[in-house]
């Protein structure tokens, strides 16, 4: 099918990608059984393994995973001796946070301001709609075979999938993957997510007295659990905003594109007058660790009494870039913790979770197919860009795959707000992307035919 029909055809297709995008809005598929019940991820798989079918996909169904979710897998055979590509995706969702801070139902998309709203229009709903857009455009046409693999616990990060992977690795094997939970650097600009840091994720808890006690009475001597936290995770930065953890180094540099500040500033939600941290912006994102204080159990203001406290604790996440082991950085996040506690007070450090940095290449057959299709579609060059967050899942296809390109895209430029309220997706990029994906489709058969 020619460049111009595929267009056509996907633009077209586009009142059909915001029913199926407004379908799977719909279902409230966040993997917490106490927050959600199981049956909202159950129909969100219904769904899925109903509409591939529809696409001609075969042995489509869920797979358990150990940590109790399920993974959609399926095939789309291709003519004899075609390479294959996988396609994945995640079908679970972020919890809403706040409801009251969403300016329309967060489980029904709304159309507003040329962008449509809803948990998941973006990550990862917006990614499936890609690529349902792509197969519906394509039809018949389809010179490779497909594989599909939905995961359904990727933003629980209890690593179900990750577990999965290698012991179902001929039911997934693939030359080239295509991983759509990353996104372009801004509308209208096609990237290639290169780099993924990783992280590790540690409770810290900090024990100074058997109970609360008066604060008239006894404070000023008696140790204070709270303040021996907050001294701990003072110790996490310097006073510009730079990570410190001792034993992780921090002086990596980005060699691929530039982050604008004032972009940052937007995309961020900084507020006007408030420094950005460290240096250069992609440097602090992409190539460096961070560590950040995702929560603190402590009394809340409206409530709090005169007492000081006996025990505090707090969930502690570091970010760490390629290169950087999870293994070794997670023991030295615990080293550096229990060694800067003051006072002697007691301190336990629960390890959590873990996850491997990425790095992909820029060399081989579907690389340069992708860059022609980004090109093609967009008008314009692609650009590389990092990704300050983790999927694990990657490092395991790397090395599940090893001979497989591993290639991160998809429609989550920074505007999506994905994983705070009021969540959107451009439909534009899903039209833009979805015609990426169908190009990248129709020619990657003849580039790798032509590479041998």
């Known amino acids: 099918m020619s460049e111009e029909k595929l267009r056509s055809t996907i633009h077209d297709l586009m009142p059909q990608a915001q029913r199926d995008l407004a379908s799977m809005v719909a279902f409230r598929s966040v993997h917490d059984a106490e ?15 109903d509409t591939f079918r529809d696409l001609g996909f075969q042995d489509v169904r869920g797979y358990e995973t150990p940590d109790g979710s399920q993974a959609v897998c399926g095939h789309r055979p ?72 939905g995961e359904g616990s990727e933003e629980q990060g209890t690593g179900g999938l990750e577990a999965f992977v290698p012991e179902n690795a001929d039911l997934l094997r693939a030359d080239a993957i295509l991983v759509c939970d990353t996104g ?43 303040a021996a936290l907050i001294a701990i995770l003072a110790t996490l930065r310097d006073e510009r905003g730079n990570t410190t953890v001792t034993g992780v180094d921090a002086s990596q540099r980005w060699d691929g594109a530039r982050y604008d500040a004032e972009r940052f500033r937007a995309d961020a939600n900084v ?14 994102v992409w190539a460096r660790p961070t560590a950040t204080v995702l929560g603190i159990d402590c009394p809340d203001v409206v409530g709090s009494s005169a007492a000081i406290q006996g025990s505090a604790r707090a969930r502690i996440e570091l970010r760490i870039p390629p290169g950087t082991d999870p293994a070794e950085a997670q023991e030295a996040l615990i080293a550096h913790l229990t060694a800067a506690a003051p006072w002697n007070v007691e301190v336990e450090i629960e390890p959590e979770a873990e996850g491997a940095p990425f790095q992909s290449t820029l060399a081989g057959p579907g ?41 991160l895209m998809g429609v989550e430029e920074p ?16 039209e833009n992307m979805a015609l990426v994906e169908a190009l990248f489709l129709e020619r990657y058969a003849a580039a790798v035919a032509g590479d041998a």
Not at 87 to 112: G, N
Not at 271 to 284: K, P, Q, Y
Not at 370 to 395: F, V, W
Not at 415 to 430: F, M, Q, W
Request: proline share 8%.
């Open 271 to 284: 507020i006007d007058g408030v420094d950005l941290l460290g240096d250069a912006v992609a440097d602090m």
């Open 367 to 407: 690389f340069e197919t992708m860059r022609a299709a980004m090109h093609d579609a967009y008008g314009r060059e692609l650009i590389t860009q990092g990704q300050g967050g983790s999927i694990p899942l990657c490092a395991v296809f790397a090395e599940t795959f090893p001979d497989a390109e591993i290639m």
């Open 78 to 149: 291709g003519p004899p001796g075609a390479p294959t590509v996988l396609l994945y995706f995640h079908h679970d969702v972020q919890p809403p946070l706040d409801d009251a801070a969403w300016d329309s139902p967060v489980w029904e998309l709304t159309e507003r301001n040329g962008r449509w709203f809803g948990r998941g229009a973006a990550d990862c709903k917006g990614n499936i709609a890609m690529h349902l857009t792509a197969l519906r455009a394509l039809g018949d046409d389809l010179p490779v075979t497909v594989k599909i693999v």
């Open 184 to 226: 372009n650097f801004a509308v209208g600009v096609p990237s290639l997510t290169t780099s993924l840091r990783g992280m590790t994720k540690v409770v810290l808890t900090v024990r100074a007295l058997t109970s609360p006690m008066h604060s008239g009475m006894f404070g000023g001597a008696a140790p204070d659990a709270l």
């Open 35 to 49: 927050q959600f019940p199981p049956e909202e991820c159950q129909g969100m798989i219904d769904f899925l393994v």
């Open 415 to 430: 505007l999506c707000l994905i994983h705070a309220p009021n969540e959107s997706v451009d439909p534009t990029e899903i």
